[in-house]
Nanobody
Framework: QVQLVESGGGLVQAGGSLRLSCAAS????????MGWFRQAPGKEREFVAA????????FYGDNVKGRFTISGGIAKNTTDLQMNNLQLEDTAVYYC??????????????????WGQGTQVTVSR
């Protein structure tokens, strides 16, 4: 089993920055992809970003491109999400994800076999 623990959420004003971290433990040797999803109240879960095992490739959702940066990878057993120029619509619970599955694109939730508990990010005016 793989355990994922997020940290770094909180309250920030619009235009500000936050950095989320995700620590992976357990049987991490078969993980090939890590990333982040988010879900706002009343909305569907949304892909945020993903990074391959050794950080050689990254993927971003259209809503965060140019503002968010993912780093790390399972080789380091940690993945960070630097979020800049945060907007009200970025308010959500952010979930760290990881997977041993190899089928499916990185922006599909079904690709991921492991999910963290989530950390709240709230952006205020």
């Amino acid at each position: 089993q793989v355990q994922l623990v997020e940290s770094g959420g909180g309250l920030v004003q619009a235009g500000g920055s936050l950095r989320l971290s995700c620590a992976a433990s357990g049987r991490t040797d078969s993980i090939n992809l890590m990333g982040w999803f988010r879900q706002a109240p009343g909305k569907e879960r949304e892909f945020v970003a993903a990074i391959t095992q050794y950080g050689e490739a990254t993927f971003y959702g259209d809503n965060v491109k140019g503002r968010f940066t993912i780093s790390g990878g399972i080789a380091k057993n940690t993945t960070d999400l630097q979020m800049n120029n945060l907007q009200l619509e970025d308010t959500a619970v952010y979930y760290c994800v990881a997977t041993t599955r190899t089928l499916g694109p990185p922006n599909y939730s079904s690709r991921y076999s492991n999910w963290g508990q989530g950390t709240q990010v709230t952006v205020s005016r």
